[in-house]
């Protein structure tokens, strides 16, 4: 006799074995279905195109750093304490001083001339850096100096990264003992 005739032929005649098959049915697609929301829901947050580059600024130590959030891919996060600046523009800006309207986007003039200069306001005060030749932005250090802040370094912080991927490994190994135990119980 097969697994499935034992089955329909003991829900016929008793109701605990029937009942006993249904809540494993229920369990095995409650486990299937939630599985994945959990997985996903570690994910951090990302960006449908590159952030911009910008400036950290550590008001406690009076230090600055060049800074990128990100992209499609991974989201990178400032440490405790540090705020973030980005250029102050950056997206559909009009340049009105020679009675044209010109947008610039990302810093770039609609027709891919390159914006001389790159702006940042912060709560330490504004900077002006010059754009490089190659669309990167300029020498953030002179954006430091003017703040009065000290240059650092380039600041990337991954943490959470590894926490996502942390959390899903054990997630995965939870739900592997967890299906052990509940194939063994219900094997039969």
Not at 24 to 38: E, H, M, N, T, W
Not at 44 to 51: D, E, F, Q, S, Y
Not at 73 to 81: A, K, M, N, V
Request: hydrophobic content about 35%.
């Amino acid at each position: 006799m097969e697994k499935t005739d034992r089955v329909l032929s003991c829900s016929k005649r008793e109701f605990k074995c029937y009942n006993e098959f249904m809540k494993r049915k229920i369990l095995y697609a409650f486990i299937i279905s939630f599985v994945p929301v959990l997985l996903f829901s570690g994910a951090g947050k990302v960006l449908a195109i590159p952030a911009p580059r910008g400036i950290a600024l550590n008001p406690t130590n009076k230090t600055c750093a060049n800074y990128w959030a990100g992209d499609e891919f991974t989201s990178y996060h400032l440490p405790r304490g540090w705020e973030s600046y980005y250029p102050e523009h950056l997206y559909y800006n009009t340049d009105i001083s020679d009675n044209s309207s010109k947008n610039y986007v990302g810093g770039l003039e609609s027709n891919r001339h390159l914006q001389e200069y790159i702006s940042f306001k912060t709560k330490a005060g504004s900077c002006i850096i010059k754009q490089r030749d190659d669309n990167v932005s300029g020498d953030f250090s002179d954006c430091c100096a003017q703040l009065g802040y000290s240059f650092v370094q380039n600041v990337n912080y991954t943490t959470g990264d590894i926490l996502v991927i942390v959390g899903t490994v054990a997630l995965l190994a939870i739900v592997l003992v967890l299906g052990r135990v509940l194939f063994k119980k219900y094997r039969n």
